[in-house]
């Protein structure tokens, strides 16, 4: 039996109420079903009416409408916004023109995010699974019930002496603050988030090299010649739009070139003054071989790389000697000719040129030295910090010290588990705790580790993660390796439905929290996320529950949530804030809605500021190595900076104090799991690509600009743009396999080799997709945008027009109908729409790079068949 | 009176769909129906293919034929040179949108009315600049009073003055929005006589200059 008629079939007996509509008149203890399928019968659009009388719009009123500022997060880019704010609705949000980062422009998807906070498919009140998992029934019960329930079962592992039976997985949520906090008081370490699908070994090459950030602010509108190594940010980088508006300054008011390496033509690629496809993974290579013709020539900055690397120049060459462009040819495709030019153009501009990446670079296999190889460039430039070049703040996060966690702060405990920290990768918490999300639903069938009480986050890991829609989805299902699972959402998700609580969310719209990320004016500063609008019905932020819950926790737990709420503890973390124009810091922070340091000198030559002579007060120097070391806080000895020509400086935050080029830490975690590696960012070969046969092919991945993963298809003006997403086919590739545009096709994958996850080459799983044939991807690359497939998430993310599907007493005060989704979504597939395309991470493997645990998105092969 | 004016500097567009998505909100656009719209062409064979784009507002004409159109004289053209639909002169008959050569008019399935882009007049008279021109963040589109000769839009046009065009000249409707860098048979996406298609935002549209498209089988939707 269906779930509709199952639930017809109770709906008779009177004990449930069917849909989304449904919500806003269930009372406590009443039951719901809800289902994918949230539309009913479809109505034509209405035919034009000549000569009738129409119904005037009213425009919105920015003189009377009220100004709140608040942060964007409909990516993880931060942008600064300004909400306009008329009779309580939200009309408008445009970019905080105070927000050095960003000013007064944001992206479409900032622009869209408008309409998330009435989207009539909102989840409005804590729900408890009632019937199996995973089948949809639930009852709406109260907050109370909710946190008594939840602190229960924490309780009982605290009791049990297991709190790490505890864990709360995340996606982008910007309230690691309370959440680490939460999981501190209780004593477990099981803070998870998705930081391997992600930036991983970007940050951690970053780290390995230069030590003080894991993000760069390339000095874009000062540079002349950007060498881009599979950033899209024209589309989808982290600072997208920060970085973007800069590189059109440079570009166009300042004569800088771009040059961009990709597999696919993606709108960056589009618009570069260069575009070149390197077979998938050789990016290194290239970088490599640009490295040996800068050496051989011997024009680049002698003085950077013998005073501030730790390698020296002979050593260097000696190194790079392998690495010519005619062997980087053999394996990329990009001709020694071009790399040899490139090269030269690069490096003739030094020290206004900078060498950057992103995924495209290092969501392989062998991508944290792909991206290590790209770094070494801008050394070579010794563009490291000048103007126009690869440049870092201090900081590329909320600066502690002006932002300090209010008193009492829990000590981070000191046990650890598998789950979070996965002996195999001894480079992914290294330097800051990124884990290895994508093991996690393997871990917990294996039994490698357990939970008790599971928190899902933002995380749409049925559909962004590899192998979610089906391991994913097959260890949610199971009671036994996740016993309760707690879902906070602002829609009924493919998460939420294999949970056992719901907590309706508060949308970013409607919530504080502090955001910052790299300033490209290179600077301290923070932002401030402060609520436009109140969340609707009983929707709640989710640092709110932590804190709720963590007062319900008895006397040791509880001292550490002795505020009122989360609004309470951002208002005593901006405590230490000047006050500026305003009443206090707090006060500041909501006026202005960042926090900019323009009186400080912007980050140039850092590593060569001289310490203080506070800094230098009680440290000690080596001998040997000039290195500047001192007791911390907290009683332990770290290095502060280093003795270079007789001045005490700062340095780069690496254990030598310099840009490593060759890496210690590297070797020495690389021989704990019993990998060869000297330490060298030598380019590594991936096992799965060699001798790649004629018939097999790589699938990759990306983003839209107008996506973010799984979260923004409700958003129905994004979703309107891009709801589908064939798979991308090149022509000449086509031609021979007899494939056009429209064509059905089966795509095959098979999983990974060498030392990852379940090294197998077997086959992984099939899925039928459309084809699109075009010029813009390299020959042996199949790409399949993410973000699309969704079934849940309501009418815009599931392509569905109609009603909402109706149960008795839809309350149109509290969320009202909108006309859009009931008539005027175009591309629901049962008008002759394309649909809401297809998820193609269900038959992704899981497969997290050697050391590190990036996963490796963009090395699957496969192979493809017409039907 | 102010005289205000666009011109879009094709080089600096990212093909971001702000400017688009900025413009519906604000003027509470109808899923299906737009004022404002960025059209993607791939031009070249792999590996020598470039991605343009073209995003097209109402051009403002000065001599315009959705003005001629229109029945009941519901549409006028300010002293500020901007074209504007009467609400309640406006009847919904359509005929603007049938006369206009840049897809710029649709009619608004459930108010019943004509509607396009007046460079957010409100906004204007609120001391903001329309909200395509705000997000903007290749600084793509440039606005302002060409009374002004400090105004970004009068400034542009001082330094680009010779490499500025409009769009189909031919129509002979003395467009007021201009374009720097157009390629020009980009033009042929824009269509004339119904407002712009949905479907063409679709990838598989990428490579073609047809200005719209077929609904597939198993339709009900018009
Ligand atoms: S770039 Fe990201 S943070 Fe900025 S406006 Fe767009 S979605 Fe929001
Ligand atoms: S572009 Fe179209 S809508 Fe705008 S003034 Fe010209 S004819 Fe009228
Ligand atoms: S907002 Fe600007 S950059 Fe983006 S598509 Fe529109 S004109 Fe182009």
Redesign the pocket.
């Known amino acids: 039996m269906s779930k509709q008629l199952q639930a017809l079939e109770v709906n008779r007996r009177g004990a449930l109420k069917v849909g989304i509509g449904a919500l806003a008149s269930l009372a406590v203890g009443e039951t719901i079903l809800l289902h994918p399928g949230e539309a009913a019968a479809q109505p034509a659009r209405p035919p034009r009416r000549p000569n009738v009388r129409g119904t005037p719009k009213v425009p919105h009123n920015y003189k009377r409408a009220r100004k709140i500022t608040s942060v964007c997060l409909n990516c993880s880019t931060v942008c600064g916004i300004v909400g306009y704010v008329d009779n309580g609705k939200l009309i408008k949000i445009g970019g905080n023109p105070e927000d050095p980062n960003n000013g007064k422009m944001l992206?479409?998807k900032g622009q869209a995010g408008v309409v998330i906070s009435t989207y009539p498919e909102r989840l409005l009140y804590p729900l408890k699974r009632v019937g199996r998992r995973g089948q949809g029934t639930w009852r709406r019960i109260t907050w109370e019930e909710a946190y008594a329930d939840i602190a229960k079962r924490v309780r009982a592992c605290i009791d049990a002496g297991h709190p790490e039976h505890v864990a709360i997985h995340i996606g982008r949520s910007r309230l690691a603050d309370i959440m680490g906090r939460f999981l501190n008081a209780i004593g477990s370490p099981v803070l998870l988030n998705h930081r391997a699908l992600c930036s991983l070994n970007k940050r951690a090459a970053n780290y390995a090299t230069i030590g003080d950030v894991d993000w760069e602010s390339v000095d874009a509108e000062r540079c002349k010649y950007l060498l881009n190594f599979g950033s899209n940010f024209y589309e989808a980088h982290q600072g997208a739009i920060h970085f973007l508006k800069r590189v059109i300054k440079g570009r166009y008011d300042n004569g800088c070139k771009l040059v961009t390496f990709d597999v696919r033509l993606s709108n960056t690629a589009g618009r570069s003054d260069e575009w070149h496809a390197p077979f998938p993974g050789t990016e290194g290579a290239v970088a490599l071989a640009l490295a040996n013709t800068i050496v051989a020539d011997g024009n680049f900055d002698r003085d950077f790389m013998t005073t501030w690397t730790n390698t020296t120049v002979d050593a260097l060459s000696a190194f790079l000697k392998p690495y010519t462009p005619e062997w980087a040819e053999k394996l990329s495709g990009i001709s020694a000719g071009d790399i040899r030019r490139i090269a030269r153009a690069f490096i003739r501009e030094r020290p206004r040129c900078a060498a950057f990446t992103n995924r495209g670079s290092h969501a392989h296999y062998n991508g944290f030295n792909n991206d290590r190889a790209v770094i070494l460039l801008n050394a070579l430039a010794g563009s490291i910090n000048q103007p126009g070049g690869y440049c870092y703040a201090e900081s590329a996060e909320i600066p502690d010290h002006l932002f300090p966690m209010p008193a009492p702060v829990p000590a981070a405990p000191k046990i650890r588990t598998d789950l979070e920290d996965p002996p195999e990768w001894p480079l992914a918490n290294r330097w800051q705790k990124m884990r290895v999300g994508q093991i996690v639903y393997a871990y917990l069938k294996q039994k490698r580790a357990r939970l008790q009480v599971y928190f899902t986050y933002t995380l749409a890991s049925p559909t962004t993660w590899p192998e979610g829609r089906s391991l994913a989805v097959e260890v949610l299902r199971d009671e036994k390796l996740i016993p309760f699972h707690v879902c906070s959402d602002v829609v009924y998700s493919e998460t939420a439905h294999y949970a056992d609580l719901i907590l309706p969310d508060a949308t970013y719209l409607e919530r504080w929290g502090l955001d910052a990320r790299n300033n490209y004016e290179l600077r301290t500063y923070a932002t401030l996320r402060q609520p436009l609008v109140p969340p609707p019905a009983e929707c709640v932020n989710f640092a709110d529950v932590l804190i709720q819950v963590g007062k319900r926790l008895g006397p040791e737990v509880s001292r550490y949530f002795d505020f009122r709420n989360y609004e309470d503890f951002v208002r005593l973390r901006c405590r230490q804030l000047p006050k500026g124009d305003s009443a206090d810091g707090f006060a500041y922070m909501k006026r202005h809605g960042v926090y900019h340091n323009t009186s400080e000198p912007r980050s140039y030559d850092l590593f060569k500021r001289p310490l203080t002579k506070a800094q230098l007060d009680g440290s000690r120097t080596d001998p040997q190595t000039g290195i500047i070391s001192k007791r911390n806080a907290r009683g332990v000895e770290e290095a502060i900076g280093i003795t270079m020509n007789a001045q005490a400086l700062r340095g780069f935050k690496t254990p030598s104090r310099k840009f490593e080029v060759h890496s210690q830490t590297v070797a020495q975690a690389a021989a704990r799991v019993k990998i060869d590696d000297d330490g060298w960012p030598h380019y590594v070969p991936i096992p799965a690509h060699q001798n790649l046969p004629e018939d097999r092919f790589i699938l990759t991945t990306f983003k839209w600009n107008v996506h973010t993963q799984g979260r923004t298809a409700p958003q129905k003006y994004l979703t309107e743009i891009v709801h589908d997403n064939p798979m991308w086919i090149n022509a000449a590739t086509a031609r021979r396999l007899g494939i056009r545009t429209g064509d059905t096709v089966e795509v095959t994958t098979y999983r990974p080799r060498g030392r990852t996850f379940d090294p197998t080459g077997q086959r992984i799983g099939s899925a039928r997709i459309r084809a699109f044939v075009t010029e813009g991807i390299h020959p042996r690359v199949f790409a399949v945008s993410n973000s699309l497939g969704h079934l849940f998430g309501g009418r815009s993310a599931a392509a569905r027009r109609g009603p909402r599907a109706e149960g008795p007493g839809f309350d149109p005060k509290i969320l009202s109908e909108d006309a859009d989704l009931t008539t005027n979504l175009w591309w629901s597939q049962a008008d002759g729409g394309k649909g809401a395309g297809f998820n193609v991470n269900a038959i992704l493997p899981i497969q997290p790079a050697p050391i590190t645990g990036m996963q490796a998105w963009f090395d699957t092969v496969c192979s493809i068949r017409k039907v | 009176m102010p005289r205000y004016a666009m011109a879009?500097d094709l080089e600096?567009?990212?093909?971001?769909?702000?400017?688009?998505v900025?413009c519906k909100v604000e003027n509470q656009v109808p899923l299906g129906n737009f004022r404002?719209k960025?059209y993607y062409y791939d031009e070249g064979r792999f590996p020598q293919t470039r991605r343009l784009?073209l995003?097209v507002v109402c051009m403002q004409c000065a001599d315009a034929p959705c003005l001629r159109a229109c029945p009941n004289k519901a549409i006028s053209r300010g002293n500020d040179l901007i074209v504007r639909i009467d609400q309640n002169a406006c009847r919904g008959n359509g005929a603007c949108e049938d006369a206009c050569p840049y897809g710029a008019i649709y009619v608004d399935p459930q108010r019943n009315l004509a509607d396009k882009c007046d460079f957010c007049s409100h906004r204007l008279e609120a001391g903001m600049e329309p909200a395509?021109v705000e997000?903007?963040?290749?600084?793509?589109?440039i606005f302002g009073d060409l009374n002004d000769p400090k105004s970004p839009i009068s400034q542009f046009q001082a330094t680009h003055r010779r490499e500025l065009t409009v769009l189909k000249p031919e129509e002979k409707a003395d467009p007021q929005v201009q374009y720097r860098g157009l390629t020009r048979e980009l033009e042929r996406k824009v269509p004339k006589g119904r407002n712009h298609d949905p479907r063409s935002y679709e990838i598989e549209t990428w490579a073609t200059l047809e200005a719209s498209f077929d609904r597939p089988e198993g339709g009900s939707h018009e």
Request: charged residues 5%; glycine residues 12%; hydrophobic residues 30%.
């Open positions: 992206c479409a | 879009l600096r567009c990212t093909g971001c769909h702000a400017c688009s900025a404002t960025v784009f995003p395509c997000t903007c963040p290749g600084g793509t589109i």
